[in-house]
């Protein structure tokens, strides 16, 4: 089945440790996103690509990387974890943003991060 | 700036009464509505959209929802609740003009249904 995957699904890492987490698709969709959702909150847009290109929120801090080498990998860095940073990190994708139809997202299963 | 609001943190209701969980949104330009669900420790899964046409849509697991323009909003419902309903419900908006395709979601709402 076509699905977004997460590996692993919980990482504990300490602080100030970088930390890499992955997600892949199989679903050949041309945008992917990272989001980070807080304790039952709503997700929060960290960055997206739309094909290579790379568009990162206004507000995402610093520490947080993303590397997409090909249409279905995407990789979220986090250089120096704080604990601040433990949360869930959600990777979706969309098939394209060039017509509403295509808006609709797709997520994985989510990364659990511990900061100890 | 385009911004959803689900006015309840939680909703209860009893299992095979109907449910409805509420969104209004705010948007320049044509909106696109979305719900997703949660469920625990999970990924948020797309249950149905809004883009054009029918103003009630239907979506997965027998939800539906009713876009009203002049109220501005997207209400998610279901005519009989199943206890399997239990999870965490966001809606989301997008616009190609005035705003964002990029989807904003709703804080969010805990639907708990009793047995």
């Known amino acids: 089945d076509a699905m977004v995957i997460q590996n692993p699904r919980y990482q504990v890492t300490q602080f100030g440790k970088p930390v890499t987490l992955s997600c892949s698709q199989t679903?050949?969709?041309?945008?992917m996103y990272w989001y980070q959702q807080k304790s039952s909150q709503a997700p929060k847009l960290l960055f997206h690509y739309y094909d290579k290109d790379f568009n990162n929120e206004a507000d995402t801090p610093d520490n947080f990387q993303s590397r997409r080498p090909n249409t279905s990998f995407c990789f979220l860095d986090i250089r120096s974890p704080g604990l601040g940073d433990a949360a869930m990190y959600l990777c979706?994708?969309?098939?394209?943003?060039?017509?509403?139809?295509?808006?609709?997202?797709?997520f994985g299963p989510g990364t659990r991060l511990t900061v100890t | 700036a385009q911004s959803v609001a689900q006015p309840e943190d939680q909703v209860n209701v009893a299992e095979g009464n109907p449910l409805t969980v509420k969104c209004t949104y705010s948007v320049s330009g044509n909106p696109y509505l979305f719900w997703y669900v949660q469920y625990p420790n999970r990924g948020l899964q797309f249950l149905l959209k809004?883009?054009?046409?029918?103003?009630l849509v239907k979506g997965s697991y027998g939800f539906e929802a009713e876009f009203n323009k002049s109220q501005t909003s997207f209400h998610l419902k279901k005519p009989s609740a199943l206890v399997s309903d239990s999870a965490l419900y966001f809606c989301?908006?997008?616009?190609?003009?005035?705003?964002?395709?990029?989807?904003?979601f709703g804080r969010g709402t805990s639907l708990i249904v009793h047995p």
């Open positions: 979706a994708t969309s098939r394209d943003l060039s017509t509403p139809s295509a808006y609709e997202q797709y």
């Open positions: 989301a908006v997008s616009a190609a003009s005035g705003g964002s395709y990029i989807p904003t």
């Open positions: 809004y883009i054009t046409g029918d103003n």
């Open positions: 679903l050949n969709h041309n945008v």
